[in-house]
C-alpha cells in the first residue's frame, strides 16, 4: 500500500517555473515506478512524465519534453516535477501516481495522489 501526496501547485505566469512534490509514504517507494499525468477541464487525463523505480530512465510526454524534468528521492520517499517555460496550455490538475512498470496510461498505475492545481496565466 502507498499513499500519495502531491504540493507545489500554483498560479504563475507564462513563462515561469514551478517545482511539484510527491512524498509517499510506506517503506516500498523505491518498490514502484512513478509517473506523473494532468487532467485539464473538460479533457481526459493525460501522460505527463515517468521515472523508473531507480532513477536511471524516464520517459515524457512530447508537449512536455525540454521543459520538464522528473526525478526522484529514494532516500526521502519523494519524486519531483521540475516544470519550466510554464504556458496556459500547462493548465491542469497534476497528480502523481504509483505503478509497478512504466505506462504512458492511467490503468497502468496502482495508486494515486489527490492533485494539485497548476494554474499557468498569459
Known amino acids: 500500500q502507498v499513499q500519495l501526496v502531491e504540493s507545489g501547485g500554483g498560479l504563475v505566469q507564462a513563462g515561469d517555473s514551478l517545482r511539484l512534490s510527491c512524498a509517499a509514504s510506506?517503506?516500498?517507494?523505491?518498490?514502484?515506478?512513478m509517473g506523473w499525468f494532468r487532467q485539464a477541464p473538460g479533457k481526459e487525463r493525460e501522460f505527463v512524465a515517468h521515472?523508473?523505480?531507480?532513477?536511471?530512465?524516464?520517459n515524457y510526454a512530447d508537449s512536455v519534453k525540454g521543459r520538464f524534468t522528473i526525478s526522484r528521492d529514494n532516500a526521502k520517499n519523494t519524486m519531483y516535477l521540475q516544470m519550466n517555460g510554464l504556458n496556459p496550455e500547462d493548465t491542469a490538475v497534476y497528480y502523481c501516481?504509483?505503478?509497478?512498470?512504466?505506462?504512458?496510461?492511467?490503468?497502468?498505475?496502482?495508486?494515486w495522489g489527490q492533485g494539485t492545481q497548476v494554474t499557468v496565466s498569459s
Open positions: 501516481a504509483a505503478g509497478r512498470f512504466y505506462s504512458s496510461y492511467s490503468s497502468g498505475y496502482d495508486y
Open positions: 510506506g517503506r516500498t517507494f523505491s518498490s514502484y515506478g
Open positions: 521515472i523508473s523505480r531507480s532513477g536511471a530512465t524516464t
